[in-house]
């Protein structure tokens, strides 16, 4: 149901841009080369440079967590002992245990980073149904790939055109109207939307030089600048996060950094298929709870919650191989200076990172 009162689809001040109440911090208003107008601040600069994310890295505290066992007899007897222990919670306690983090503190600002497959069925589903079950809410940080924040905001602001991402590749159709029910359901309960996801262009440009450590950094500092520049320092903002899973666990070091008043609240999702290379899936599996619908809480982890979807008989063809010893998903690695040093890089490479930095130097 929409919203009667959405404050950033108020009338601005006279003579000024429409969508000036989406942008409460830093403003910018001004007419643009296209014809358009807006209050938005300049986007942040991607980070390219491997030596400065190692610098901006290094000058930060790493995060000293635990990680979950991936050998099956220590996973199992863990999970056994938090239910034992009440640390799990089944079927529609699910959504009151993490809602529950949103009542904890209401003057601190939250960030609950959701860290999801992007190709398996159910998993945004449920992440739709905790938005349209949970009150508090904000604003959403979005992975997608869209070609303009602006152009968006304009469909937020005015629900002109109709909300659809199209075809994923790789995604399946199922999955595509989750997410697109996502959009419907922000506009519909006026969640200020950040596509927080670097340009596809200069991410794409960047992997051919950077390592996944690396990469990977560079589009989480941005996200973490571009949510902050749309949050009220006035008021309390709860910020929810949709983003791939190899992000979950680095996504509090960048959010500590940039908001240190803020608290950040990680759940790593899994099923919606059966994947066997994890062995979190396989210990699910051989507990009978495949089809089940539960949250595991933790503590002291990388991860403060293990979020499971029921698989409905669904298997996830691709994915590891149960031999490379992964939990539940990917640990990457945050780089600093103090990891050995890189493969040198070719010439081809360097002309290409020069031509980057070039860029991000005159724009």
């Not at 056994?80 to 699910?94: C, G, K, L, S």
């Not at 340009?199 to 973490?224: C, H, M, N």
């Not at 396989?282 to 619908?293: A, E, S």
């Amino acid at each position: 149901m929409l919203v009667q009162e959405c404050s950033y689809r108020n009338t601005p001040p006279q003579g000024l841009p429409a969508d000036y109440y989406l942008w409460p911090g830093e403003k910018r208003c001004a007419n643009r080369p296209d014809g358009t107008s807006s209050c938005a601040p300049a986007e942040p600069k991607m980070l390219i440079d491997p030596a400065k994310i190692e610098s901006f890295n290094g000058d930060l505290s790493l995060p000293n967590y635990q990680s979950l066992p991936s050998a099956e007899d220590n996973l199992k007897q863990l999970l056994i002992e938090a239910n034992q222990r009440r640390q799990i919670f089944w079927d529609d306690r699910v959504f009151s245990a993490i809602r529950s983090e949103i009542e904890l503190n209401d003057r601190q600002d939250l960030h609950i980073v959701f860290g999801t497959s992007h190709v398996t069925d159910g998993q945004i589903e449920f992440f739709n149904s905790f938005l349209e079950k949970t009150a508090g809410i904000t604003h959403l940080a979005l992975e997608y790939d869209v070609s303009s924040q602006a152009l968006m905001d304009t469909m937020f602001l005015t629900g002109w055109q109709k909300f659809q991402l199209g075809s994923g590749g790789v995604i399946s159709d199922h999955e595509n109207d989750a997410r697109d029910r996502t959009l419907w359901l922000a506009y519909d309960n006026c969640f200020n939307t950040v596509f927080a996801n670097p340009p596809r262009a200069s991410v794409d440009e960047i992997k051919k030089f950077l390592p996944d450590g690396y990469w990977y950094s560079a589009k989480e500092i941005f996200a973490v600048e571009r949510v902050s520049q749309r949050l009220d320092p006035e008021k309390r903002e709860v910020v929810v996060w949709e983003w791939g899973a190899d992000h979950t666990h680095r996504f509090p070091f960048y959010i500590r950094n940039k908001m240190p008043e803020a608290r950040t609240v990680t759940i790593i999702v899994n099923g919606g298929s059966y994947t066997d290379g994890y062995a979190f899936d396989r210990v699910v599996k051989q507990l009978g709870w495949l089809d089940k619908l539960f949250v595991l809480k933790l503590d002291g982890y990388q991860y403060d919650y293990v979020l499971h979807i029921p698989t409905e008989g669904r298997v996830k063809p691709d994915g590891p191989a149960p031999e490379e010893g992964l939990a539940i998903s990917r640990l990457v690695a945050i780089p600093t200076k103090k990891q050995p040093a890189r493969p040198l890089m070719g010439i081809s490479t360097f002309v290409s990172l020069a031509v980057m930095i070039n860029y991000y130097l005159n724009n």
